[in-house]
Structure formats: structure tokens, C-alpha cells
């Protein structure tokens, strides 16, 4: 009995917690929505108007004057690549940093560490030159270069910590039977670490969708992002609240589709593979 | 035949083979070449001029870097402690299944999606001292409302929320992860054994997840030092320089006065402090390996 | 099972990368130097290039900044029509267009050969040999050259001069007004002290009586450089020592924070403002007076835009500051922006031409309508009467224009407003005194002047 009253408070404690946060982390979101369908007297009314005659004038305006379809396609490819891309390698590199035993491991796990620390600007001056010299500036493949680059570190590091959770009696009792360390890493290691690997590839797909200094500093017209995009109908003078929040919430709901569907599918891809026990 | 340790050196290699290519060849020059620039001091006008240690010197003596070091230094102490706690928490409830707990998941998952353009203005609307939405909570609760973002009391502070509303599903995401790769036998073993929820937590929960606790605490704290669209977008560094960071320091250095090898200098003795505070990380837990 | 996998995802990683190789168009280069830094010798063999057929010719690069963007697509437009030349325009956005135009500039790559710049950058690109002289196309009598009898402001030319060279046509003059609510006060202040005094009167539970530009990284600074110059401050002297901290320096800056700090005339927020959330003050009903840049007219004079105030405010000159002779000192910023072109375009006649039509009345026409520079440089414009019907506020922006004054020309010109900005920040916010706040910018531009070569 004392079990279950316990467990009864507990859960209370967790769930109303839960709530809690639940109105901290989505309050701002559901807010900027509103906004975008509020007509301009209500937008900056005090006390806020919680009940209101909704307009979609916002979106239209929004919709009609910018080009909003090529940039999510540039967004989307140059992403989506980049960090499949990345992800593999630094799947490669965390199941050796995790697994094998070399000299300069930690060196190695270190200097990924510094790459990872430098501001980015430090990189972008020298990084426009030298696109400009190799005229991969306003590429799709110069953006995916630098992606690719830049999330290697974090990737692999993230990955590390969850490949050295996995204990390796499986990995070994595998290659006992013959198997490969390839084929180890994607039978065993893998399937086990799925939520790990699809979690890092979410994450960091949302960074890199999100950045905004290297797509603006290193693509021009032909390659713009859509926060590139966005920023700059948002800060032309003439926007105003309710349509920069518009675009806003139109930017947030691509993303949010995609990572519904690639959380499911990335993981159920590698538990595919899984070696039955 | 080769030897078995030549192999082994091989299959190492492979493995590692391409991330390293890629980190090589497009990192590193512009490293080394930020590197030297810092050697030189650089303006549009009068181009390069060697100096050597001159811009580090001038660091020493620049009381506007010490501003920058200490609001960096609250800022990541604070913010740190929030989201680890908050994400560990979080992902913990989140582990127990309950109707909805996917969609719950989903909707947790939604304020890293808004880039640092998107998450700025929607929080400056709300920060509004005028017309925003927070202000107007706070007076309803009887409390004096606040000038956030505008104010050097509460301009960092500002910040600060946004990047944990911002972060802490971040946190949140990947310890969850981390939980759910702990194999259930060994809770419903320990149950056997009749231990309650604290010893779970202390002898299961935490071993398991350490290695991912400790990777996750030390990208966050490196992502918070060098801390820069949030809160350049929302307040870009001011009033004055009272939410100025080292990350947004170096950025107006750089970008806008130009001062590039000032603000390579800059940016290299971020990454210095960056690399001490990692060490000191690592070798004081020491680094997650399993034996 | 497991190959099957691998080539699946391979497959899928080929349709994808596939997917980039057709619709990235390759960029016609036909430069013969790729990987030198040097630049092209183009200014030494003026006539080599006479006869390009209009197929090979390279398209000229305009970089303009969002806001005045469409203008300048509708001149590339009808450019393209008359001569059957492409013009690339890039859109650049606001927040980046310094660090981006800087960066493309000093990396000399080419990339844009005209660009949209603010005069007051011109100094310092054109000492570090970034921006290409335009004396020797002038000199050309092959290449279409500007109507100079056309020319309204004269004196935003001489803005594109630097050392004897010009580099760079302007596109148009703004300034500030002083808009005020008519149906609040009836006669608008002439000098500082009166401003204060109708400030405090219009300050009720409703609405406050001024406001002000407080917002990082610059825009303080050009509110505030109203203040400093009327009170008799001046940024430096005739060695090019900087002169902030003068007693008339000082006063400034403690008038201009004792409008938030002691009189409090203006709303708490306003070290959040700048150019949006002062025009939604005046357009809200929520300032009776706001010193706002003329483009702002328009949207004040627009009744669905404005539909609060539309029909009951008006514009003036700019108090001043009543000195000991009686005489009122008035003193307005005004700020010039236009095109320049880059030192190492590849494509420099060309792109003369198109400066030369962007900025001529043929171009100029659209920048009112389609863009947000309203008092453009050329007389024929300004003189249509759908023009001078559509703003009124003309003959104001000409009464302003006696008391027009620039920031300084040197080498050092936008690291000094962003000094000034950050100490008047400082001060407005109390984290120091207008003295401190006022030497400490001192201090600070005389380091900038002693580094950029100055003394």
C-alpha cells in the first residue's frame, strides 16, 4: 500500500511538473501563432486579447510576396545531405574513439574539442577567401562542405558517449562468431544505440538548418537558406509584429514535419539490421 | 600475412580516415589562418601590419573583455545548472510511459527548432516593455514590470531565459536518449532485489548514464561561453555592455569595426579558456571510457 | 540483406547529390586569374573592351540591401530592355549589409561590383584601395556619363569624395524631422528647453511626450549626434583630436538622459528603440512627439497604416540649442547612401554604366515607389508633380537641408559612431555618468585615430 501511495505522489509530482513545463516551453510559440492571426489593432492591445476575429492576411501577404518555396528547398537539400553525410563519418570515428585502443585518442577527442570552440567567425573570413579563390562561394556544395565540417565534431563527440555506454560482451560474442568490426558496429552497436544516433542526426540537422552566419556570409541569391530569407523580409523597416511573426511560425512548421517522421524512421532503419538474440 | 597489429592500425584508420580529411582539409587552414592573424593588427583602411603579441596584451588591459569574460562566466554557470537539471528531470518523465507521451515529446522538442532569428523576435515582442506579453504577467502578479531586454539589471537575464527555453529540450533530448538504451532488465533485476526509486536512480540510472551526462555537460558549456545569436539578436550585447559575451565580443570586433586580428585574438583566447575548462572537466570525472 | 541496405541508402544519397548537379548554374567565369589575390589591371587599357556582343558579356553584380531592393530589380528591368544587358541584383539583408558588403570587399573576390554603401564607410574602404576610383570612366567619353545639371543634392556627391577621387554616386539625403500631434500641442518647439517643456506637459497616463532612439549597435548614436551637435559639441577638431568630452559634449548627453532618466518624457523602454518601435510609438498614440527619419512620413501620412493619427500630426525642423546670443543653433544629421564599385570587379565598365543609370533619373525614379530613399539626387524626379503630390513634406526636407551636416570623413568614421553609441548607451541606462560616459568615448577615439594613422 505504501508502494502505491508513494508511486500515486510521485507521479503526481512528475505529471504536474510536466504541465508546467509543458506551458513554459510551447507559451511563446502559441503566442507568436496568435499574433500572426491577429488583425493589427489587436496585436499591440494591453490587456492582450485573448479572444479575437482571426485574419489570415498575414500569411497572405507573406506567402504571395516571398519566394518562400525555392528557399526551403535549398534549405532542405543542402541540409539533408550535410549531415547524412556527417553522421556517417562521425559514426566511423565515435565507434573508433569509443572501441579501439591508439595512440592520440585523447589528443584526437581533444582537438575535435577545440574545433568545436572556436567562434565561428574565426573561421568565416579566411573560409570566404578561400571560397572565393576556389569559386565554390554561393555553392550548394560550398555550404555542405562547411556543414559537413562543422558538425563532425559535436556529432562524434555525442556518439562517443553513447557507443561507450554500450557494454561490449555483444559486439564481441558477434566477432567471436566471425563478424567483422564494420559489421559489428552495424548489427549490434547500432541497432542498440538507435535513439542515440537519431537524436544526434536530429539535432543536429536543427542546428544547421537554423544557422544563419556562415549561409549568409558564404551564399549569395542562389543559395539562400530560409533563414537567410526570413531574416531579411523581417527586418526590412516596413515589416510589421503581426507578419514577421507569420513568417515565423511558417518557418518552425517544415521542420517540426520533418523531425516527426525522421525520428521514426531513422531509428526503425537501423534496429532493421539488428542481430536477433 | 600482416600482422594482427598492423591490421588493427589499419582498421583504426579507416574508421577514422574520413572524419579526419574533412576536419583537415576545411578546418584547419582557416584556423592556422586565424591563428596568424591574430599576430597582426588589421584594419580595412591600413590593412596588415604585423604587431605580435600586441593584441593579446591589449586583451590583458581591455576592460571591456573582463565585462565580456564575466557576463560569459554567469551566464554559463547559471544556464548550465538550469538545463542540466531541468533536461535531466524532464527526460526522466518523460521515460515512464503514459498516453501521449510521443506527441508530449514532440511538442518538448519544438522551441530548439525556432532559429536564433525566429526565437528573437518572438521574444523581443514578448519582452516589449510596452506592449509585451510578459510584462503584462508580471504586473498582474503585482509585481513591478521590467524593461528586460533594455535594462542592465535585467538585460542578461533576459538572455538567459531564452537560451534555456531554448536549450533545455536540447538537454532534455539527448539524456532521454541516454535512458532509453538502459536495457529494462536491469531495473526489474534490482526490484527483485526490492530497491526503491532513489537507489534506481543511484545505482542504475546515474552509472548508466554518466558517460552521456558527462558529454552532454561539457557541449553545453562549451556552446555557452561561446554564446552568441541569442543573445546578439535579442539585445546585442547592451545597454551598454552589461549582456556583452566573449562569443558576440569577438563578433563586433570582427565584423563590424573590422578589427580582425583583435578579434582573432579574441576568439583563440576564448578557445584557450574553452580547452582549460575541458581538460579540467575531463580529467577531474575523467573521460567516459568503459573498460 | 545488409548489402541490399547499403546500396538502398547509397542509392538515395546519388538521387540526392544528383539531384544538385543541374540546377546549380555554373558561374560564367571567363577571368583568367583565379587564384591570384592581385587585381585585375582593367583601369590601365580603358578602350580594350569596346565591342562585347551582349551574349558574352558578363552580367553585372549589384548588392543592395532588402529595403530598397525592388527599385533597384525594376531599374535592372528596364536597363535590360535598353541595352540588352543582364543585371544580377542581390538582396542583402539589413542586419548583415556591413559585414557582408566589408566582407565580400576585403576578401576581393569580385563577387559584386556595385554596391550600396552609406558615404560615411567611404573614407576607409577607399584608403585600404577597396573601391575603385571613378575619375578615369568619368573621363571616358565611350562610356554614358551622368547628367550632372540633373543632380538635387550636390552636396551628397562631394559624400563620395575622398582625397580628390570620387568613388561612388549617391542615390538620396535623408534626415530627421520632429513629427508632433496637432491636436495636442499647437506650436512646435523651436529650441531644446521648449521641447522639454511640451515634452513634460504631453506626459500623462495616455502617452509620454517624446521619445528616442536608444537601440545598439548605432542607432543611438545618430539620434543623439542631434543633441551633441546643436549644444555646440563637435567629434573632433581641425588635428583630428577627438573633442566629445567639452563641457557642450557633456550638457548634450545630459539632456538627451535626463529625457528618460529625470524628466522622464519618455518611455522606460526606449533603450530597446530604434526606427520600428519609434514609428509604432507616434503611430499608436503613444508618444506626442518623436524625432523620426522623413522616410517616415509616409507611413504617418497612411490612414490603414496609421489610422490613429493619420490626419492630425505634422512635421518640423529640428529644435536647436539657444545659445548666449540668442541665436538658435540647429544642427540635423542627414544621411547619404549609393553605389561604389568595387576595386576588384572584373567587369568595370559595365558596371559604370549601370552606376551611372541606377543613379541618373532613369533609375532614380523607382527608389521613391519602390524602395525607401525618398529625396533622391535628381532634380527631374523630385520636380514631378505625382511626386511632390504624394509628399508634401518636400519643402521641409529643403528647409532642413540648411542645417544638414555630416558625419566626419575619415578613415575611422564607423568605429567613432560605434564608440559614441556604446558610451551614450552606457549613460542613458545610469552604468555611468554623461561625464564618465563622455570621457570614456573620448579616450576610446583617440585610439581609434592614433590606429587609423591619424597623429
Known amino acids: ?277 | 600475412m600482416i600482422s594482427k597489429s598492423i591490421r588493427k592500425r589499419i582498421e583504426t584508420f579507416q574508421f577514422l580516415a574520413p572524419a579526419i580529411l574533412v576536419i583537415a582539409v576545411v578546418l584547419v587552414y582557416p584556423l592556422l589562418s586565424t591563428f596568424r592573424l591574430s599576430f597582426f593588427s588589421y584594419t580595412i583602411a591600413r590593412g596588415l601590419r604585423f604587431i605580435g603579441l600586441k593584441n593579446y596584451l591589449d586583451i590583458l588591459n581591455d576592460s571591456t573583455f573582463y565585462t565580456a569574460l564575466q557576463n560569459t562566466f554567469v551566464f554559463t554557470l547559471i544556464v548550465i545548472l538550469v538545463e542540466m537539471t531541468l533536461g535531466f528531470i524532464l527526460a526522466n518523465i518523460l521515460n515512464k510511459d503514459f498516453p501521449g507521451r510521443a506527441i508530449v515529446r514532440g511538442l518538448l522538442m519544438v522551441p530548439m527548432l525556432a532559429s536564433p532569428i525566429v526565437s528573437g523576435i518572438m521574444w523581443r515582442f514578448m519582452y516589449n516593455p510596452d506592449f509585451g506579453i510578459i510584462n503584462y504577467f508580471v504586473t498582474q502578479l503585482n509585481l513591478p514590470a521590467q524593461v528586460w531586454t533594455g535594462d542592465p539589471k535585467t538585460a542578461l537575464l533576459s538572455c538567459m531565459i531564452v537560451d534555456i527555453w531554448q536549450y533545455t529540450p536540447f538537454v532534455m533530448l539527448l539524456l532521454l536518449a541516454g535512458l532509453q538504451s538502459i536495457p529494462k532488465e536491469q531495473y526489474e533485476a534490482a526490484e527483485i532485489d526490492g530497491a526503491g526509486a532513489i537507489n534506481k536512480m543511484r545505482f542504475i540510472t546515474i552509472p548508466w548514464l554518466r558517460p552521456m551526462i558527462l558529454v552532454v555537460l561539457l557541449l553545453r558549456t562549451m556552446d555557452s561561453i561561446k554564446i552568441f545569436d541569442q543573445v546578439y539578436a535579442l539585445t546585442g550585447g547592451g545597454p551598454g555592455i552589461s549582456s556583452l559575451t566573449l562569443g558576440v565580443y569577438a563578433y563586433t570586433k570582427g565584423f563590424r569595426n573590422f578589427f580582425l586580428g583583435y578579434a582573432s585574438a579574441i576568439s583563440w583566447v576564448l578557445a584557450l579558456i574553452t580547452i582549460l575548462i575541458s581538460i579540467f572537466y575531463i580529467r577531474s570525472i575523467k573521460l567516459p571510457e568503459r573498460e | 540483406m545488409y548489402a541490399k541496405k547499403v546500396v538502398a541508402i547509397l542509392l538515395f544519397a546519388a538521387v540526392l547529390l544528383g539531384a544538385c548537379a543541374p540546377t546549380t548554374p555554373v558561374p560564367t567565369e571567363v577571368s583568367n586569374a583565379p587564384a591570384q589575390p592581385a587585381q585585375p589591371t582593367q583601369a590601365e587599357q580603358p578602350a580594350s573592351v569596346p565591342e562585347q556582343s551582349a551574349e558574352e558579356a558578363k552580367p553585372v553584380v549589384v548588392s543592395v540591401w532588402v529595403t530598397d531592393a525592388p527599385a533597384v530589380r525594376k531599374a535592372a528591368e528596364e536597363y535590360e530592355k535598353l541595352t540588352g544587358k543582364k543585371v544580377i541584383v542581390e538582396e542583402i539583408a539589413r542586419e548583415v549589409l556591413q559585414e557582408k558588403e566589408k566582407t565580400e570587399l576585403t576578401a576581393k573576390t569580385g563577387a559584386y561590383d556595385i554596391l550600396w554603401v552609406p558615404s560615411e564607410w567611404v573614407a576607409e574602404l577607399a584608403e585600404g584601395q577597396l573601391l575603385e576610383p571613378l575619375n578615369p570612366y568619368m573621363e571616358n567619353s565611350a562610356l554614358p556619363q551622368p547628367d550632372q545639371a540633373d543632380w538635387a543634392s550636390p552636396g551628397a556627391v562631394e559624400a563620395y569624395n575622398y582625397k580628390g577621387n570620387l568613388y561612388g554616386y549617391p542615390v538620396a539625403l535623408d534626415t530627421v524631422f520632429l513629427y508632433y500631434r496637432t491636436d495636442l500641442i499647437e506650436k512646435a518647439p523651436d529650441t531644446w528647453d521648449e521641447y522639454l517643456q511640451v515634452a513634460k506637459e504631453q506626459t500623462n497616463d495616455q502617452r509620454y511626450g517624446a521619445t528616442l532612439f536608444g537601440k545598439l549597435p548605432e542607432s543611438i548614436a545618430w539620434d543623439f549626434i542631434n543633441y551633441f551637435w546643436s549644444f555646440g559639441g563637435e567629434i573632433l577638431d581641425e588635428n583630428f583630436r577627438p573633442t566629445v568630452n567639452s563641457p557642450e559634449g557633456v550638457a548634450a548627453l545630459t539632456f538627451f538622459t535626463d529625457l528618460l532618466n529625470k524628466d522622464q518624457v519618455v518611455s522606460p523602454g526606449v533603450s530597446t528603440y530604434e526606427y520600428p518601435e519609434v514609428l509604432a510609438a507616434f503611430q499608436q498614440d503613444k508618444a506626442a512627439m518623436v524625432l523620426q527619419w522623413n522616410a517616415a512620413y509616409a507611413d504617418f501620412g497612411n490612414p490603414e497604416a496609421s489610422p490613429a493619427i493619420f490626419d492630425k500630426f505634422a512635421a518640423t525642423v529640428l529644435p536647436g540649442k539657444q545659445m548666449e546670443d540668442g541665436t538658435i543653433n540647429r544642427k540635423v544629421i542627414g544621411h547619404v547612401w549609393g553605389f561604389v564599385m568595387n576595386a576588384s570587379s572584373q567587369n568595370k565598365e559595365e558596371a559604370y554604366s549601370f552606376l551611372v543609370y541606377l543613379t541618373g533619373k532613369e533609375g532614380l525614379k523607382y527608389f521613391p515607389t519602390d524602395g525607401a530613399s525618398i529625396n533622391v539626387n535628381s532634380k527631374a524626379v523630385l520636380s514631378d508633380p505625382a511626386m511632390i503630390e504624394a509628399h508634401p513634406e518636400f519643402e521641409l526636407l529643403n528647409e532642413s537641408f540648411q542645417y544638414l551636416q555630416l558625419w566626419p570623413t575619415t578613415t575611422a568614421t564607423s568605429q567613432i559612431i560605434l564608440t559614441i553609441a556604446q558610451e551614450a548607451s552606457s549613460a542613458l541606462v545610469g552604468s555611468k555618468t554623461p561625464q564618465q560616459a563622455m570621457d570614456d568615448a573620448n579616450k576610446a577615439i583617440d585610439d581609434l585615430m592614433q590606429q587609423a594613422g591619424y597623429y
Open chain 1, 1 to 277: 500500500m505504501k508502494r502505491k501511495f508513494t508511486k500515486f505522489i510521485g507521479d503526481s509530482v512528475s505529471y504536474t511538473f510536466l504541465a508546467c513545463a509543458l506551458v513554459f516551453f510551447m507559451f511563446p510559440i502559441f503566442w507568436m501563432l496568435m499574433t500572426s492571426i491577429k488583425q493589427p489593432q489587436d496585436t499591440f492591445a494591453i490587456p492582450p486579447i485573448w479572444v479575437f476575429k482571426p485574419t489570415l492576411q498575414n500569411y497572405i501577404k507573406t506567402f504571395i510576396e516571398g519566394a518562400y518555396y525555392k528557399y526551403l528547398f535549398v534549405s532542405l537539400r543542402v541540409t539533408t545531405i550535410s549531415i547524412f553525410v556527417a553522421t556517417v563519418i562521425s559514426t566511423l570515428a565515435a565507434y573508433a574513439t569509443a572501441r579501439f585502443r591508439f595512440k592520440g585518442k585523447t589528443g584526437l577527442l581533444m582537438s575535435l574539442l577545440v574545433f568545436y570552440t572556436i567562434p565561428g567567425i574565426a573561421y568565416a573570413i579566411p573560409l570566404y577567401m578561400l571560397y572565393g579563390q576556389l569559386k565554390i562561394q554561393d555553392t550548394p556544395l560550398g555550404l555542405m562542405i562547411i556543414f559537413t565540417a562543422l558538425t563532425i565534431p559535436f556529432s562524434t563527440w555525442v556518439l562517443h558517449g553513447y557507443f561507450v555506454s554500450i557494454p561490449k560482451d555483444l559486439e564481441d560474442s558477434a566477432m567471436v562468431d566471425g563478424c567483422t568490426k564494420l559489421g559489428a558496429l552495424t548489427r549490434v552497436v547500432l541497432p542498440l544505440a538507435a535513439p542515440g544516433v537519431a537524436s544526434t542526426a536530429i539535432l543536429t540537422f536543427i542546428t544547421t538548418w537554423n544557422s544563419f552566419l556562415y549561409p549568409a556570409i558564404l551564399a549569395g541569391s542562389r543559395t539562400k537558406t530560409l533563414p537567410v530569407a526570413v531574416a531579411a523580409f523581417i527586418t526590412d523597416t516596413r515589416i510589421e509584429w503581426g507578419q514577421a511573426s507569420a513568417v515565423a511560425s511558417a518557418v518552425i512548421l517544415p521542420v517540426l514535419l520533418l523531425i516527426m517522421f525522421a525520428q521514426r524512421f531513422i531509428v526503425m532503419g537501423l534496429t532493421s539490421g539488428a542481430v536477433k538474440e
